[in-house]
């Protein structure tokens, strides 16, 4: 787990991710990179020394590998995620209505009252890149 210089900091995440949160704090993880980083070891080793979980530890390198990848928002990422978009391939396979349609139904289930994340530009940006990245 070494630090690097990265364009994607690791952003306060939520409550039910606090325990991860701290650890990170305590190894030093500032940057999404060096989260995706984590070897089975380290997080096998994260697990048993401390009160994280390994389904959490799962979802944010999940989630850190989309930011990384496609160089999105740890807020893009994450709709995107619990949206049922949770890799570069679902992205690339999917079409602009369907990725408003299933991120909107999710802002909309929340109670979200602003304009959505991800508009029908960005969601054809979001396609074509991951698109890019799948060659």
């Not at 989309?66 to 928002?73: A, E, P, Q, T, V």
């Not at 994340?117 to 698109?131: D, M, V």
Request: charged share 25%; with cysteine; glycine share 4%.
């Amino acid at each position: 787990m070494t630090k690097s210089q990265s364009t994607h900091p690791l952003l306060k995440l939520p409550h039910n991710f606090r325990n991860e949160e701290k650890e990170f704090a305590r190894l030093g993880l500032n940057t999404w990179e060096e989260v995706v980083r984590l070897t089975s070891n380290e997080i096998n080793d994260l697990t048993q020394t401390s009160q994280c979980s390994y389904l959490n530890l799962r979802r944010l390198i999940c989630l850190g590998l989309l930011i990384c990848k496609m160089n999105i928002s740890q807020k893009e990422s994450s709709l995107l995620i619990h949206s049922g978009l949770a890799s570069v391939k679902a992205i690339a396979t999917s079409t602009p209505q369907e990725i408003i349609k299933r991120t909107g139904r999710l802002e909309r289930m929340l109670s979200i009252r602003r304009t959505p994340i991800i508009s029908l530009g960005k969601a054809s940006s979001l396609i074509k890149k991951a698109i890019a990245i799948e060659k």
